[in-house]
């Protein structure tokens, strides 16, 4: 049995637990809030439904601990007007507060009877797997983003060449101690689970290598609309048409921002561009003035980005840093050629030229050239919307979590574990 901890519970830990549970591997599951679960997910349901409703697990109710007051004062933070609270990584309900505070809470009882092993996420693993090495459980890891030690190499990099930008850069505000706890987890894990090829090779520089095996599984993507609805909206538009453009994710230079803006004023074609996404918690005047250029969406619920996605002609996601980017397969679901860069999992999942396109990073001419071709020739573009859902179509959640249950399986059953 595996005991499974995440705060917020987002599409890939949903899918791990439901397949936990389905192969009957499942303890218990710890997060913050769940919809619908005790007190505090009926009020999270008034207080924030989209909230809620990507807080919803198709599990036994026995089976999930939720641990509610810092995530709630997070959500609650905003409305009270009380920025310090959740102020990077020294707000009582920060981000990081939120994630130790949950790793504590898991780590107890993990003398359970039939207990095996824990799986636990980057940043809210450390307790957990201290306590489980004790007594000699599997401690797997998660890390959903790319190894930090490329992630603030790339960034550092980035202030200099960008430095209207720098501010953005939020990772560049990480203390030595949360960088050092990362590391420590990583020493403390059994195995390492990852979801693309960028995130395992940067695990190249975690200082004397990493002993212990690293297993890369692809991400799923969200279920393709109504047959009727299959069909990518580019098709029947023409080269006269203004090429819609979109993005969605954080505000921050770490997505290449600055490039895809860039982009967009070289090509020399009618582009009509969308950014989908929060700003970053600080003022940042050259983003504030590229976004008053074009059509900004703060934030919708995960239905309402599925929709703005089908009604785009192609996604660019030129990011400089990640560790997926899950929105590359939500967009090719709904018929989007996507545009991204190798520090994604573009090239684990997008065939160059066939449904989509892998553009280095920092190279803004290279997506104009993308742009400018795609608006030209509607053919092409519909063709490579056909593609990029037919390759969505292909990668499902109950895949990723079905192989990720049977990593831990064979794990579990004798596989030596590496101290």
Request: charged share 25%.
């Amino acid at each position: 049995m595996i005991r499974l901890i995440h705060p917020t519970g987002n599409a890939n830990v949903r899918a791990v637990a439901d397949a936990l549970a389905r192969h009957q591997l499942l303890e218990q599951f710890h997060t913050c809030l769940a919809d619908g679960v005790g007190v505090s997910g009926k009020v999270l349901r008034k207080l924030a439904p989209d909230t809620s409703a990507r807080r919803r697990f198709d599990l036994p109710t026995e089976c999930i601990r939720t641990h509610p007051l810092r995530e709630l004062t997070r959500q609650l933070a905003p409305r009270l007007k009380l920025p310090a609270l959740t102020r990077h990584e020294t707000g009582w309900a920060s981000v990081d507060a939120i994630y130790h505070a949950l790793d504590r809470t898991a780590a107890k009882g993990l003398d359970a009877s039939g207990l095996r092993g824990v799986y636990a996420y980057e940043d809210g693993a450390l307790a957990t797997f201290t306590a489980a090495r004790k007594r000699g459980l599997l401690c797997a890891y998660d890390l959903p983003i790319a190894y930090w030690r490329l992630g603030r190499q790339i960034q550092s990099e980035e202030a200099e060449l960008q430095p209207e930008w720098a501010g953005t850069l939020d990772a560049m505000r990480d203390s030595p101690e949360k960088l050092e706890r990362k590391d420590r987890e990583l020493a403390a894990a059994n195995i390492v689970f990852c979801a693309s090829t960028f995130t395992q090779r940067s695990l190249e520089l975690y200082p004397g290598g990493l002993d212990k095996p690293v297993i890369q599984i692809t991400y799923g993507a969200p279920p393709l609309p109504p047959t009727e609805n299959r069909t990518p909206n580019t098709e029947h538009r023409t080269p006269r048409s203004p090429l819609r453009v979109l993005f969605v994710g954080g505000l921050s230079q770490r997505k290449g921002l600055s490039y895809l803006f860039e982009a967009v004023g070289q090509a020399h074609k009618a582009i009509e561009l969308t950014i989908i996404g929060r700003r970053p918690g600080r003022t940042c005047a050259a983003l504030e003035a590229a976004l008053a250029q074009h059509r900004h969406i703060d934030t919708l619920p995960h239905s309402g980005v599925l929709e703005e996605m089908a009604r785009a002609d192609v996604f660019v996601f030129p990011s400089l840093f990640e560790g997926f980017g899950l929105v590359l397969l939500e967009a090719m679901s709904r018929g989007l050629p996507c545009i991204t860069t190798p520090h994604t999992a573009g090239p684990d999942i997008i065939t160059d030229g066939r449904d989509g396109y892998i553009v280095p990073i920092r190279d803004a001419a290279a997506i104009a050239s993308r742009l400018e071709y795609l608006h030209a020739d509607r053919d092409a573009l519909g063709a490579l919307g056909l593609a990029a859902q037919a390759t969505a179509n292909r990668l499902s959640w109950e895949a990723y979590g079905d192989a990720t249950a049977a990593a831990l399986v064979e794990h579990l059953d004798g596989q030596k574990m590496h101290q």
